[in-house]
């Protein structure tokens, strides 16, 4: 099993520009989650969706974040416009269930300059 | 609102000794899970042990265990025969198994293993 995968694994923008991270969650998993790592927030929720359907969005920052997943082998989180303060490691994984567990990527590290 | 509390920012520990990592959490649910995450240099996010709240034994995955205190509100990590790839960030994190698969992180212990 090749494990979740993410891409890019570290983005460098300026602010003001758009980024998409993007997710590919273990086959067979039916619940995808996206974390941000900061300093000083630590690892926090975003948002995970349960069959391709968003069921919690209460972490997602602001506006100007979005996540999608069109189907269950993809997703994608998109921040725009991006600000500094964006800056952070980006996690997605993914879990059999809602309440299994989960199994992370290997992140990716963006830089908004 | 449910809080994950680790109140060790760093510690270290000799190779072949053991270490105890500590965890307390605060929430009114009776129905959870609790989690130990490693984070390597790597930055990759590695399961340790998991614990359901409703058992009473202490989860064990080899020299790793667990010190459930659900009383107390204490979940600590016991690694034993301490090797230097045990070198991480460590997270406790909770997850209230009415709130689907939200996972609520600790702060992290950055553990040194010294040879």
């Known amino acids: 099993d090749a494990g979740v995968i993410q891409s890019p694994r570290h983005e460098v923008t300026e602010m003001g520009q758009e980024v998409t991270l993007r997710c590919k969650p273990i086959s067979g998993h039916n619940s995808l989650f996206w974390y941000r790592q900061t300093m000083m927030r630590g690892l926090e929720l975003l948002i995970y969706f349960n069959n391709n359907v968003p069921i919690d969005d209460s972490g997602m920052p602001e506006d100007r974040f979005s996540a999608k997943m069109p189907n269950a082998s993809f997703s994608t989180l998109k921040i725009q416009p991006s600000e500094p303060r964006d800056s952070a490691v980006y996690f997605c994984?993914?879990?059999?269930?809602?309440?299994?567990?989960?199994?992370f990527g290997p992140g990716t590290r963006l830089t908004v300059t | 609102a449910q809080t994950v509390t680790q109140s060790q920012p760093e510690m270290s520990v000799q190779e072949a000794e053991t270490v105890t990592l500590s965890c307390t959490y605060d929430?009114?649910?009776?129905?959870?899970?609790l989690f130990w995450y490693k984070q390597p240099p790597s930055r990759q996010m590695i399961l340790v042990i998991r614990q359901e709240a409703y058992k009473q034994q202490n989860a064990t995955e080899n020299r790793f265990s667990v010190n459930f205190q659900k009383a107390a509100k204490s979940f600590s990590l016991k690694i034993s025969d301490s090797q230097l790839g045990d070198t991480a960030m460590y997270f406790c994190a909770f997850m209230n198994n009415n709130q689907g698969g939200k996972l609520i992180f600790g702060q992290g212990t950055e553990l040194s293993v010294k040879p």
């Open positions: 994984a993914s879990s059999k269930d809602s309440k299994g567990e989960q199994y």
């Open positions: 929430t009114s649910e009776n129905n959870y899970y």
